[in-house]
């Protein structure tokens, strides 16, 4: 605090608000200078700058020109106020029970909070009958993964996600018996078949790499902040996959009997795909993707109904599990 600058008479919460204001005037502003304004110590603008963080603000630090400054990732007094539609709340709640599978996690947390507030803002009338709209949608989920035990990780994973913090992420690869530490900058958080995974920078690796969250032993964040690649959109990542798991593509060829064929035909599978009719009734379904595991056990899945015209290499490994499979069975 400058010499001989009287302490400002207010409440925490005034000079809280008075700090909020100077952040966005100065689009970066040190705690020096933050303490010389609200006259009071850098102990007491700690404090406030944590209070300001635990509100929700993206309050972010950086050095600049030898300096640590602080500022907001966006500029709170520019963003008007949102309002929704009856129709749009409707489909919130529609969409609020496809979330189960992360039940236990910080997201279904923040999801749940979400709700409180949209309730505590609506007549009871209103809410309670989009309560009602919720319950018309039930999510069937097999397999479900279990993310309680991840609440730490995924809550330090979402403050990096947020703020573009670099990280260092404890994983476990399947089938290796220890964890594996990598330095990574996450970039987007992948929803597959009910799984959570993670998209990132793998420095070790030198790649774009993706992690399932189940295998995350442990999350470590640093206060370095990383920028994304110029241009850069997730979905380009998966573009040429035929799940999440990347793999030079290949021509394959599938053909599926008449009792599926319908069924087969009403759905997308892949972006490159096209489809062939033959006078029996059945479909040849064609696409260039990677993922042999992933195509694989995807074919297999109907059983007699589909049959791997090719590459060759696939066919023949989906011959060699038919015939283990017919064994087991003998």
Known sequence: MRKGKPAKKYSQAGRVHDIIRLIEARHGITLEELAEEAGVTRRTIHRDIAAIQEAGYPLVSEWLNGRKVYRFLTRFKDVPPVNFTLQELLSLYFFRSQLDFLK????????????????????PRY??????????????????????????PLKKLREALLYQYRITLKYKAKGKVRGESYLVDPYTLVFYK???????????????R?????????????????????GFRPEEQFRTAFGIVEEEPM?????????VAQTIRERLWHPTQSISDDADGSIVLSF???????????????????????????REEAGRVAGEMARRYE
């Open 127 to 152: 809410a309670a009958h989009l309560e009602r709209i919720a319950r018309v949608s039930l999510p069937v989920l097999q397999g479900v993964r279990d993310y309680s035990r991840l609440v730490d």
């Open 104 to 123: 236990g996690t910080p997201f279904q947390e923040d999801m749940e909070a979400i709700f409180r507030k949209i309730n505590s803002a609506l007549p």
């Open 194 to 208: 009910g799984g959570l995974y993670l998209l990132g920078y793998a420095h070790k690796r030198k790649a774009v």
């Open 288 to 314: 260039t993707a990677g993922g042999r595991m992933e195509i694989l056990s995807w074919i297999l899945s109907y059983g007699a109904h589909a049959e791997v015209l090719g590459p060759q290499e696939l």
């Open 210 to 230: 993706t992690f399932a969250a189940e295998r995350i032993v442990g999350v470590e964040t640093s206060r370095e902040r990383f920028e994304l690649p110029e």
């Open 251 to 259: 021509e394959v060829r599938v053909r599926f009997s008449p009792a």
